[in-house]
């Protein structure tokens, strides 16, 4: 069975999520009519979904579908050519991933973007930057009142690390670390800007069965007591459709399904997408 079809017989059989599990707020997060073009190439054409509070709101599609070029304009990194974005009631459609930040939006890549010459403690330790009040010179002298500030953000990232149960690894250089655990810091530094809402594009990529579960967990339980909103790109259907609440499905840059797991999993446009055939 090819990957196409492997995804489709998920998408029909996965069990619903416990999405009673948790009080779903209302609309924190609004995407309206976004068109996003490099060229003469559409990657986004007129998409538009919600994001409730306390959510875990996927984003499927296949290779090329535009997923993470709909984090990229959530988060700044991108500028829409059309639409806009509406983040706790307030819209904007020029701002750069330091503004969107400070608003409570945090992100994670596909990619890891670690500092791997530099232990756990202080790759997480770097996600609480925006937090820090001290100048940059302060901070090196660690004089007086940065000291002190130091001293109360590195014992909110040393919640984090156990958090995550990596508390034998805190002083181990990130780039020594099994990838699985990589992926464990990155979601860390992420959460160290205490965001209301976490993108998380492909978390559990090139992960074993094993890693994949564990990562599950942890963002399930970020979701439940930290009340973070949570944004999701990921490939994997088995786990798609066990931890999401709701689901939005891109198919080359368009939007062909929204809805909750069972709704999705019965829509003809989407199981089309992942087989690749009207059959």
């Not at 806009?84 to 750069?96: A, C, E, L, P, V």
């Not at 770097?126 to 002190?148: C, T, V």
């Not at 689901?247 to 829509?267: A, M, Q, S």
Request: glycine share 8%; proline share 4%; with cysteine.
């Amino acid at each position: 069975m090819n990957a196409r079809a492997e995804d489709s017989a998920l998408l029909a059989t996965a069990e619903p999520p416990a999405a009673a599990r948790r009080r779903i707020g209302d609309v924190v997060l609004d995407v309206q009519n976004i068109s996003l073009s490099f060229g003469g190439v559409r990657a986004l054409t007129d998409i538009s979904f919600n994001v409730r509070e306390h959510e875990v709101r996927a984003i499927i599609g296949p290779n090329g579908a535009g997923k993470s070029s709909m984090l990229n304009c959530i988060n700044g990194v991108y500028t829409p050519q059309q639409g806009s974005i509406t983040f706790r009631g307030k819209t904007f459609k020029h701002m750069n991933s330091r503004q969107v930040a400070e608003m409570g939006v945090a992100r994670t890549f596909q990619n890891l973007a670690l500092f791997k010459g530099m232990s756990v403690l202080d790759n997480i330790m770097s996600g609480r930057n925006l937090k820090m009040k001290s100048g940059l010179l302060a901070q090196a002298l660690r004089w007086g009142p940065a000291e002190r500030e130091e001293l109360r953000h590195r014992e909110f990232v040393e919640h984090i690390i156990d958090f995550l149960e990596i508390q034998a690894h805190r002083k181990t250089p990130v780039g020594r670390l099994p990838y699985g655990l990589q992926k464990r810091v990155d979601l860390g530094r992420a959460l160290a800007m205490e965001p209301q809402v976490l993108l998380l594009d492909e978390p559990m990529a090139g992960m074993n069965v094993e890693e994949k579960q564990d990562m599950s967990r942890f963002i399930l339980d970020v979701n439940d007591e930290f009340g973070t909103t949570i944004v999701l790109i990921e490939h994997d259907m088995g786990v798609v459709m066990d931890i999401s609440d709701r689901v939005v499905v891109l198919d080359y840059g368009k939007k062909i399904g929204d809805g909750t797991p069972d709704e999705v999993r019965g829509n003809a446009d989407v199981i089309r997408a992942y087989l690749g055939t009207e059959h």
